[in-house]
Every structure is written in structure tokens, then in C-alpha cells.
């Protein structure tokens, strides 16, 4: 009897997502490994940016930088952190053509890719969803989109114009109360946790279901008056029916919350933000194919979010996306 098994019990669990990618890899025979390494790069800046998140107080990286992003918001200098350390993991990775994030207003060109590659790809991602909530210790995270290279134009703003079916990989990163990378590459939804006592996120649960029903809503309520009847009606009707209502106003940590307990998570167009505040390429369509992976539901008002044909980089959506039965709740008063 080998006497170091004997030691280890049910629950040390030795699956990390680098073991789980390449055993993923191992069952299909035309993988190249190309993609393994693109979450490698986005595992390893993940792992990074979390330990600043976690140090931010420590080390003088709270705060403002001073300067606005392409949208008029003032950056927080993690933003800044955030976004250069996954473009310089995401550029060292030569199946990677374009990147695109929220703070940098033209897509980048990944100029030392191999143009030798069939199959390169295209990566989004908002850096620091949330990153307004830092100071106060709420969770905040890293949102990601992958796709195919679309190479029928040069320009490369027309790759990263695809709609939201065709990601070939999304996700998010909670810095929360632990570090957690939910993850799905079209065949379910996987759960990690990053152990810091040996730097690798393990994998806590392998097919992730978002409960069918839950009486809970998250909406920045302050704006109801600036919403569409609809929505207005909408929360009514659950005002009136014993749902609770759960608003961080970061993103990841309420879609999270979603994912685990159930439940729907608005943000309808108002009055200042008529096509609604959050970005489809790299908010609305990473969480939408996370949460339909999961058997869950995500629309932008009465359009599956997955089938919206984007036409800016920078483009803004209304976004409703949760578990089945409370989105179909909510688009019988939209309908
Ligand atoms: P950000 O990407 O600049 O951090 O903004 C997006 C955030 C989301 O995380 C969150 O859902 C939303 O903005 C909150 O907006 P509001 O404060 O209007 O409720
Ligand atoms: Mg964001």
C-alpha cells in the first residue's frame, strides 16, 4: 500500500483548472493546446491582478489614476493594473490576435502572432468590473470573451464584431471573499477556487446549474422611476409577490450571487443610459453564455443577448439574464 495515499482524504482536492484544461484536451484529438495556453494567460493575470486587489490597501494601489477611459469614467489606478497585466500575459501567447478591453478604445493587434495559425484568437474582457466598489472591500472581478479570429477583413474591428453564439470561451473572476473563476467553453459551467496556499484554482464544481426559481431581484432601484413602464411593472409586482432584492452594483458579485442562489439580475435602459449601461461585448455576452450554460436565461429586453449582432466596440445593451423562470417573469411584462 503506497502510504502517501493513505494520508489524503476525500476532500483534498488535487483537479486544478491547468489539470482540468489538459484532461479536457486529452478528449479531443484535434486539440493543439493553442487554447489550454489562452487560459493559462488569463489564469496566471488573474492570480496576479487578485493579489493586488487583495494587497490594494498594503501597497498604495487604491484610488483614482487621475485619468477618464473611453467612456468618461474616472479609472481607478487597479483599472489600469488590470488591464496592462492581461494584455501582456494575453500578447506572450502567439494564438492570440486581438485583444479588446473597456479601458482601451480601439482593439489591439497583436502584432507577433503567428500568421502561420488557421485558428488564432480574439480576446475581450473588462479588466475590473466594479472597480468603483474597491474601497470598500466589495467583491469586483474580471470578465472574459473569446473568440474566434474572423480573418475574411482586415480590419479588426469586424473580428471582434461577433455575436455572442460564436465565444468559444467565457468567464469571470471573483475577488471576493475568496478568488473564484467561473468558467465555461460550451459544454457546462465550471467552478474554481484559488487555493493561495499553493497559487492554483482548484476545481470545486464541474457542472454548474443556476436554480430555475428564487424570489430575489438585483436592480439598481434608485432608477426606477427613470425605467420603462415595463420594468416598472415588473417590480410590482415583486414588491407585491415576497421577493427580496440584493444589489451589490458590481456586476460579477451580483451575477455571481445569481448563479449560486438563483434569481434575476437587471439592468434596463433609463432616462441617462437609454440603451441600457452595461457592455455587450465584454459584460452582456460573457455572462449571458455562462448563465444560458448553467440553464439559465439572459436577454437584452425581448432579444436573447446571444444573438444581438454587435455593431461598436464599446456597445451598450440592457441587460436580464438569471434563472429560467425569473426571466420569463420578467419578459411577460416586457412582451
Ligand atoms: P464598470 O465596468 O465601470 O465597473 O461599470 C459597470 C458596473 C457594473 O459592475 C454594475 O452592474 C454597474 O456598473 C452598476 O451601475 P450603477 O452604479 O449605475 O447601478
Ligand atoms: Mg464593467
Known amino acids: 500500500m503506497n502510504p502517501v495515499e493513505t494520508l489524503l482524504t476525500e476532500s483534498d482536492n488535487l483537479t486544478s483548472l491547468q489539470s482540468y484544461l489538459l484532461s479536457e484536451e486529452d478528449k479531443h484529438p484535434d486539440a493543439t493546446g493553442r487554447f489550454t495556453w489562452i487560459l493559462s494567460a488569463i489564469s496566471l493575470s488573474t492570480k496576479f491582478i487578485s493579489d493586488k486587489v487583495r494587497r490594494a490597501r498594503l501597497q498604495d494601489v487604491l484610488g483614482s489614476l487621475g485619468s477618464q477611459n473611453v467612456h468618461d469614467e474616472s479609472q481607478q489606478k487597479l483599472d489600469v493594473i488590470a488591464d496592462e497585466a492581461l494584455i501582456r500575459c494575453l500578447r506572450s501567447r502567439n494564438s492570440v490576435a486581438i485583444v479588446a478591453s473597456e479601458e482601451n478604445e480601439e482593439p489591439i493587434i497583436v502584432e507577433n502572432y503567428n500568421q502561420g495559425d488557421q485558428r488564432p484568437y480574439v480576446v475581450l474582457f473588462d479588466p475590473l468590473d466594479g472597480s468603483s466598489n474597491l474601497d470598500t472591500c466589495c467583491g469586483i472581478g474580471t470578465i472574459f470573451s473569446v473568440l474566434e479570429h ?126 441600457g449601461k452595461l457592455r455587450l461585448l465584454y459584460e452582456a455576452n460573457p455572462m449571458a453564455m455562462i448563465i444560458e450554460q448553467a440553464g439559465g436565461k439572459a436577454y437584452t429586453g425581448t432579444q436573447r443577448t446571444l444573438e444581438l449582432q454587435p455593431t461598436e466596440v464599446h456597445q451598450r445593451v440592457s441587460v436580464l439574464l438569471g434563472s429560467s423562470d425569473e426571466v420569463d417573469k420578467v419578459l411577460s411584462f416586457l412582451e
Open 150 to 275: 474572423d480573418r475574411r477583413s482586415n480590419n479588426p474591428k469586424e473580428s471582434v464584431l461577433q455575436p455572442g453564439y460564436r465565444q468559444v470561451a467565457a468567464g469571470y473572476v471573483i475577488y471576493g471573499s475568496s478568488t473564484v473563476l467561473v468558467m465555461t467553453t460550451g459544454s457546462g459551467v465550471q467552478m474554481f477556487v484559488l487555493d493561495p496556499s499553493i497559487g492554483a484554482y482548484m476545481l470545486v464544481n464541474e457542472n454548474v446549474q443556476i436554480p430555475t426559481a428564487h424570489k430575489s431581484y438585483s436592480v439598481n432601484e434608485a432608477y426606477i422611476e427613470s425605467f420603462p413602464k415595463s420594468y416598472q411593472n415588473y417590480l410590482h409586482y415583486a414588491h407585491k409577490n415576497g421577493y427580496s432584492s440584493r444589489y451589490v452594483g458590481s456586476m460579477v458579485a451580483d451575477v455571481h450571487r445569481i448563479l449560486v442562489k438563483g434569481g434575476v439580475f437587471l439592468y434596463p435602459p433609463t432616462e441617462k443610459a437609454p440603451e
